[in-house]
């Protein structure tokens, strides 16, 4: 005999709102998307997340991503893990890799486009993109001696006579 609700009609197994009836989350939902392409070991590794740093996050992202774009390990065209992969495997937020991708595409080092994904830009071998590389450099020296960017850029400054 068919269970009966508290109307007295016959309960539908498939009623959402039946709470003697566990919830199937797949129910009405679009299908599942297909796994996102897996961010390579050596890239993680290379933009490893040094936790106890003063760095920012997105900053380690951003530099280190840059490091290798300028050493040729990244070379013009080669397309970027998605934001939420890279995010992901690097165990840092979304926002995080978000970031440092908008970052690098405002300094023109890479190209987002919607749905196609992030690229690394051609023209990185520019006088600004030497620039840029020192300065990644100098910055990786600096955090290693245990300044920070405002002592890194302070003593940037000293060394340009005053306009």
């Excluded at 280190?64 to 774009?69: A, N, R, T, V």
């Excluded at 080669?78 to 992969?85: E, W």
Aim: charged share 15%; net charge positive; glycine share 6%.
């Amino acid at each position: 005999m068919a269970a009966r609700g508290a109307s007295g009609q016959p309960k539908d197994p498939s009623h959402p709102k039946d709470p003697a009836q566990p919830k199937d989350s797949t129910a009405g939902a679009p299908p599942a998307k297909s796994p996102a392409t897996p961010v390579p070991a050596w890239l993680v590794t290379a933009l490893s997340i040094n936790t106890g740093s003063t760095v920012p996050p997105y900053e380690q992202v951003r530099t280190g991503l840059l490091d290798l774009i300028h050493r040729n390990r990244l070379p013009v065209g080669s397309k970027l893990p998605t934001v939420r992969a890279l995010a992901s495997a690097l165990g840092v937020a979304a926002n995080t890799v978000a970031r440092a991708y908008k970052e690098l595409e405002q300094a023109a080092v890479v190209t987002a486009r919607p749905r196609l994904g992030t690229v690394v830009a051609q023209g990185n071998d520019t006088a600004e993109s030497q620039l840029a590389a020192a300065a990644v450099a100098y910055a990786q020296v600096a955090r290693t001696l245990g300044y920070g960017p405002r002592e890194a850029t302070r003593q940037l400054e000293a060394v340009f006579p005053a306009s």
